[in-house]
């Protein structure tokens, strides 16, 4: 079982077309038909949409993906047009709202990985490969690997697993062209992303960007892939702390391992494997949490919370 425990209802806003409740981000579309894209406190683990929220969490996530698409600005162009909340929008939006450029979107989740783990791992094990691409023998789980990899995925509706696939697969679905670049861009941002973590204490194990064109371009002579969605957050990575990380072993989680822990602990009374959603969660999970996606926004922009 997995999928939302509670589906929140859209806010109605004068002006702005609501068009998908996902995990966590929201989505509207105002009258310039821009994208507004607004980040809910909302938590997922094991497959769930928890019914608690950890407060301020959208705003930290939304903070530090403008950080990085700022430090990344010379390595792709992204699709934010400017973070001023619609007009009529609730106060709560302030911080969490994202304007953005609407694009045509590209069908590939384009995830690098410098380290091997979950999905990747799980291939290795069956065939030492990932997607596709042979691996040296002898890695484990949270190995680091030779060189970071292009591990491209289709995307799945909520609940679902994304798919892994060969590049080989995205160049015929999208064309050479496009793939090339997207292949390019993921691993040089995900190249300077890794160093940049990993100078301030945090191992990214691997990220997933989702890029668009802009309408009817794609694989259209000299269109370029614009980096969207929202970037190198811990929704859309694997942040793990460098002092507790040992391959061997699953690596302890950045954000999620006091909710993960507890879930799983006898405290919770809940079965991961059984048919029930999960419950809600206790303040003091909420609190710890809460103060480690602070840490991260802290510890990799340098910048207080506040
Ligand atoms: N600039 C953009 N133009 C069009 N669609 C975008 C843009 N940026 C992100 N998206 C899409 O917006 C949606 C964001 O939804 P999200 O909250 O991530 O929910 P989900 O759980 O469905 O992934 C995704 O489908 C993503 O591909
Ligand atoms: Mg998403």
New binding site residues.
Partial sequence: MSGFVEKPEPVEVPGLEHL?T????D?YRNERGE?V?VASDRISAYDWVLPTEIPDKGRVLTQMSLWWFDVLADLAPN?VLSTELPAGAPADWEGRTLV????E?VPVECVARGYLTGSGLAEYRETRTVCGLALPEGLSDGSELPTPIFTPATKAE?GEHDENVAYEEVAHRIGAEPAAQLRQATLAIYARARDIARERGIILADTKF?F?YAPATLGAAGAEPVL??EVLTPDSSRFWPVDRWQPGRPQPSFDKQFVRDWLTSPASGWDRRGEQPPPPLPEEVVERTRAKYIEAYERLTDNRWS
């Fill in positions: 998908h996902g995990k966590v981000r989505l994208l894209m699709h953005c450029r609407s694009l979107m909520v989702e668009g969207a969605d």
